[in-house]
């Protein structure tokens, strides 16, 4: 488990995080998102040991992580930018990596390159960025760590591959207990794979919920109400986070049971209304928008 308690940074006047309290379990995905800036990379460098918070405690299976490598050992770390050695290769790379990871599964990782069509003797500088991305998973996943830390691990990636990382990721999991934690901005690939969400904003934590209870406690809803005193009054009763008016159609999201909230726009007699799908995308933008931060007031 991971316990993140109160971890302030900064870097000169930049104050990354500030006292950001989190908990990551043991054996799910975990999807790190935010605004830019909020401290995504910052917390994966600070979880890694790369970085030094300056307030607050870290702790990985209960122990501190920077300048400990007992605990380093169970942490990999892939960056946003791929790293590579001057003129290395696949094959190079991989020596590097079982330098540090012991238990380096060598024989998946050559078997793994192979079916992807990598050729592990011709140098990295040479590969697209998505072929750089492949490698850097592949090294991942083969050192037997037990937490992965991914910075935009799917930026890159064409479609077919974003799938494969996904399913490695899901193997792992049942495999060897692999817990994943990924900081990304495609919030369509992390509400495929994420059990847990916390979402990051000038450096705190706005929430941290499992997906599926995220979506329970947020409703999204049109309707039409001919009676304009009784959509006044729904209006007042609902706890409403976004809305938007076409004409005489309201569409809604509101903070609560989507069954109790439905009760209540029954009540108004509407002359239609539904309930719809909300995406992780929607809940991003809704959460933060009531924090402050609205595309419609950014360049007004």
Known sequence: MIEIS???KSFRDTEALQKLTLNIRDGEVFGLIGTNGAGKSTL????????????????????????????KGKICFLSDTVFEMKNATPEDMERE??????????????????????????????????????VAVLLGICTGA???????????????MRQAVKSLFAQEMIDNGLTPVIASHNLRELEDICDHVGLLHKGGVLLSEDLSGLKLHMCKLQCLIKDKEKEKQ???????????????????????DA???MEK????DPVFAETLPLTLEEIFITETGVSGYDFKDLFV
């Open 265 to 268: 726009v029954q009540a108004a």
């Open 44 to 71: 994966l460098r600070i979880l890694s040991g790369v970085l030094k918070q300056d307030e607050g405690q870290v702790l990985v299976d209960g122990q501190t992580v920077y300048e400990n490598p007992e605990v």
């Open 97 to 134: 990596y079982s330098l540090v990871y012991p238990a380096f599964n060598r024989e998946r990782y050559y078997d793994m390159l192979r079916k992807i069509g990598i050729d592990s003797k011709k140098k990295l500088r040479t590969f697209s960025k998505g072929m750089k991305r492949q």
């Open 234 to 256: 729904l209006l007042e009763e609902l706890q409403i986070l976004k809305m938007d008016r076409s004409g005489s159609m309201l569409l809604i999201v509101a903070r609560g």
């Open 146 to 160: 037990k937490y992965l830390f991914c910075d935009e691990v799917f930026d890159g990636l064409d479609p077919v």
């Open 259 to 261: 069954d109790q909230i």
């Open 6 to 8: 109160g971890v302030s």
